[in-house]
């Protein structure tokens, strides 16, 4: 059973708008909650973190925010590019493990922004 | 060179072939992962190497054989595949202090196609 879902396998928005991308887990045991982004023919590359003891994170055009109680976190990212145009995989963290960690990741949202 | 460099990028090779994928990290991180990804699946962990030590091997089948000679290298042996083994095949590190802030760092994958 998918303990991290990403419900929408693709979104549209048009540029200079919000694009809010959603994520919902199941484990109340995650502790970090992290976004990354993919370009066809490359490797995932990470775009922002969340603790579970905040409900908010911000850098620059992209927040992110956690409501625990419903175990799901969203991705907004405003205003839109061209270029923000991948697909964007939310993944979460167990307590860390000896100095590592390892993610469980959703399936991913294809992200389309037109200019 | 700076990053998580993977070797091939592409592979093809019959079901009776033994092959290896190489990945290189030159960030000073401890850890080392594989995931592998499926059309229409979440990234699925397959190993985790920490300081060199296999941490983690998440029921992969023994057909696929990790190696990971030094904390900067890791190799995936592959022998008597199956078509249903096809996949992009990622390699992670990570150096977590305190959790998982700043995510994995992945390499370009390597896109498996077995015949």
């Known amino acids: 059973d998918q303990q991290v879902k990403q419900n929408s396998p693709s979104l549209s928005v048009q540029e200079g708008r919000i694009s809010i991308l959603n994520c919902d887990y199941t484990n109340s045991m995650f502790d970090y909650f992290l976004w990354y982004k993919k370009y066809p023919a490359e490797g995932p590359t990470f775009l922002i973190s969340?603790?579970?003891?905040?409900d908010k994170n911000e850098d620059g055009r992209f927040t992110v925010f956690l409501n625990k109680s419903a175990k799901h976190l969203s991705l907004h990212i405003v205003p839109s590019q061209p270029g923000d145009s991948a697909v964007y995989f939310c993944a979460a963290s167990l307590p860390m493990n000896s100095g590592y960690s390892t993610l469980t990741f959703g399936k991913g949202t294809m992200l389309l922004v037109s200019p | 060179e700076t990053g998580v460099t993977q070797t091939p990028r592409h592979l093809v090779m019959g079901m009776t072939n033994k092959k290896s994928l190489k990945c290189e990290q030159h960030l000073g991180h401890n850890a080392m992962y594989w995931y592998k990804q499926s059309a229409k699946k979440p990234l699925e962990l397959m190993f985790v190497?920490?300081?060199?030590?296999?941490?983690e091997n998440n029921s992969v089948p023994s057909r696929f054989s990790p190696e990971c000679p030094n904390s900067s290298h890791l190799f995936l042996h592959l022998h008597t595949l199956q078509p249903e083994d096809s996949a992009l095949y990622l390699c992670?590190?990570?150096?977590?202090?305190?959790?998982?802030?700043?995510?994995?760092?992945f390499g370009s994958g390597t896109r498996l196609t077995v015949v």
């Open positions: 190497y920490n300081f060199k030590e296999q941490t």
């Open positions: 969340i603790s579970s003891i905040k």
């Open positions: 992670a590190s990570s150096q977590d202090y305190g959790g998982p802030v700043y995510g994995y760092t």
